[in-house]
């Protein structure tokens, strides 16, 4: 006997197949850490702050650091890499970042276990599991640095914090996804006549540096399409900006670009200490 399947909504079936889910944990220069999902896959982009930190923040959205399939590294510096090295050993979850990152993070995380070792460069289009990874470059000061755009379906969650500028190619590339986590790192003024030594508000504020909050915005402006529903701000300095002025500046810019904000799609904070609801898109 032939088997007939039970009458399935087409709808249905494809919103199931298109199911991606996120949750930023913790965004911020004290640790950053975000948690990407679908029906087959459990992922985690950096790891910026204790094991411990990180096994209560995906406790927070009911996830457990058993089920992680996989942790993708931006960078080396210790608010994306400080709880990789321990959840990869206690867990056995393999560790994914270009070869110049694993030549400077190594040192930093410990000893890893060599199948657990994995190498994907910039540029590329890898699948972990049933999720398409992009990758990309960014313009920071690291020796390599480079963010993720995660794909299921017609579904897309792209990353970008830790750049100086958004390029060209950023634009056309990352245009038109359904979800953004995208840096408001600091306010120029407040960056400017704040208690930073010259030079490292000289590093914040080059190519090589962080997105101010106009950055942030006017990148977004150029970003935002049709398929575009949410937006998180992200990485923002505890010393340099406050929650209410990333948001309103994000507001008030892409208004006067016309667009509808909170009717056409949601705009959203993170925090460095807890995590967002977990996002069906």
């Known amino acids: 006997m032939q088997f007939v399947p039970k009458y399935q909504d087409p ?13 930023v944990l913790a965004s911020g220069s004290s640790g950053n850490c975000t948690y990407i999902e679908s029906a087959k896959q459990r992922i985690l982009v950096d ?17 457990s650091p058993q089920g992680l399939d996989a942790i993708l590294v931006t960078h080396e510096h210790i608010d994306h890499v400080q709880g ?5 050993r206690k867990f056995n979850i393999p560790i994914y970042a270009n070869r110049a990152t694993w030549s400077v993070m190594e040192t930093m995380i410990g000893q890893i276990a060599p199948e657990n070792k994995r190498f994907v460069e910039a540029n590329q289009l890898i699948s ?8 990309y470059s960014v313009s920071h000061d690291a020796i390599d640095p480079q963010f993720y755009a995660f794909q299921k379906g ?10 100086g500028y958004v ?5 056309g590339q990352l245009a038109n996804a359904s979800a953004y986590l995208i840096e408001s790192n600091h306010e120029v003024e407040m ?9 490292v508000k000289q590093r914040i504020l080059g190519d090589k540096g962080h997105l101010s909050n106009e950055d942030g915005a006017l990148a977004m402006s150029q970003l935002i399409g049709q398929a575009t529903k949410h937006i998180y701000l992200g990485h923002l300095s505890k010393d340099n900006n406050t929650k209410e002025i990333a948001m309103d500046t994000m507001t008030r810019l892409l208004q006067s670009k016309d667009f509808a904000v909170h009717q056409d799609f949601s705009l959203n904070m993170t925090d460095p200490a807890q995590s967002t609801q977990l996002r069906k898109l």
């Open 11 to 23: 709808m249905a079936q494809e919103a199931q197949v298109d199911s991606l889910s996120f949750s």
């Open 47 to 63: 790891a910026g702050l204790s094991g411990k930190k990180i096994i209560n923040l995906l406790a927070e959205i009911d996830r």
């Open 84 to 88: 990789v090295g321990i959840l990869s």
């Open 128 to 135: 972990l599991g049933d999720i398409d990874v992009q990758t």
């Open 154 to 163: 017609k579904k897309v969650f792209a990353m970008l914090t830790d750049t």
């Open 167 to 171: 390029s060209d190619r950023l634009l």
């Open 191 to 199: 960056l400017r006549y704040g208690k930073y030594p010259w030079s």
